[in-house]
């Protein structure tokens, strides 16, 4: 069982800059995909930044330009770099790791920190 540690949320103004990171308990680097989903109210959870399979980064289209997910596998943490953030990037953030071994695939979450956008 990987543990998914996620400190960094907060209250931020518009046009501002948060750091979010997650640390995990086990190796990153056999993880098949890892990244950041969010939750705002009233909607569904929805994938922000992933690295997944074959080294590729993939990000949603609202936040392409602005968001940038990294890695330090020395660390066992992955990081989401938010500018310029908007009103409607308030949301809960959720770290995500799926690892696949051979036929079984385990799917881990975080618990989630919240993130506000507001003057």
């Known amino acids: 069982q990987v543990q998914l540690v996620e400190p960094g949320g907060g209250l931020v103004q518009p046009w501002g800059s948060l750091r979010l990171s997650c640390a995990a308990s086990d190796s990153i680097f056999c993880m098949n995909a890892m990244g950041w989903y969010r939750q705002a109210p009233g909607k569904q959870r929805e994938s922000v930044a992933l690295?997944?399979?074959?080294?590729?980064?993939n990000y949603t289209d609202s936040v392409k330009a602005r968001f940038i997910i990294s890695r330090d596998n020395g660390k066992n943490t992955v990081y989401l770099q938010m500018n310029t953030l908007r009103p409607e990037d308030t949301a809960v953030y959720y770290c995500?790791?799926?690892?696949?071994?051979?036929?079984?695939?385990?799917?881990?979450w975080g618990q989630g920190t919240q993130v506000t956008v507001s003057s």
């Open positions: 690295f997944v399979s074959g080294g590729r980064i």
């Open positions: 995500n790791a799926v690892l696949k071994v051979y036929s079984r695939i385990d799917v881990f």
